[in-house]
């Protein structure tokens, strides 16, 4: 059973940093793509970063290009989003999740997402 545990969110102030980690169980997590997505409330889920099974590919939304960065350590089963620059935009539920293939280019390919952990950005 393929289980994701985000932690990191919380409150920040615009401008601020957080870092989001994700720890994955129940699949051999170093074969498989990683991604974050994110959905604010009244609004549709939306990719924000895919990394593919190794780290040397990544894949970013155009509104968190140069802010975001995601990463993964394979030793550990965990993904992270570190993310600068933070904007009242931003806020969101932000949900890790983890995918059949090896490489993801987009928001397609995903097939089980974490419980999500909330991210809030005051003006």
């Known amino acids: 059973q393929v289980q994701l545990v985000e932690s990191g969110g919380g409150l920040v102030q615009a401008g601020g940093s957080l870092r989001l980690s994700c720890a994955a169980s129940?699949?051999?997590?170093?074969?498989?793509?990683m991604g974050w997505f994110r959905q604010a409330a009244g609004k549709e889920r939306e990719f924000v970063a895919g990394?593919?099974?190794?780290?040397?590919?990544?894949y970013y939304a155009d509104s968190v290009k140069g802010r975001f960065t995601i990463s993964r350590d394979n030793a550990k089963s965990t993904v992270y989003l570190q993310m600068n620059s933070l904007k009242p935009d931003d806020t969101a539920v932000y949900y890790c999740?983890?995918?059949?293939?090896?490489?993801?280019?987009?928001?397609?390919?995903?097939?089980?997402w974490g419980q999500g952990t909330q991210v809030t950005v005051s003006s």
């Open positions: 129940g699949r051999t997590f170093s074969n498989y793509a």
């Open positions: 999740a983890t995918s059949p293939y090896n490489t993801v280019v987009g928001a397609v390919g995903y097939d089980y």
């Open positions: 990394i593919n099974w190794s780290g040397g590919r990544t």
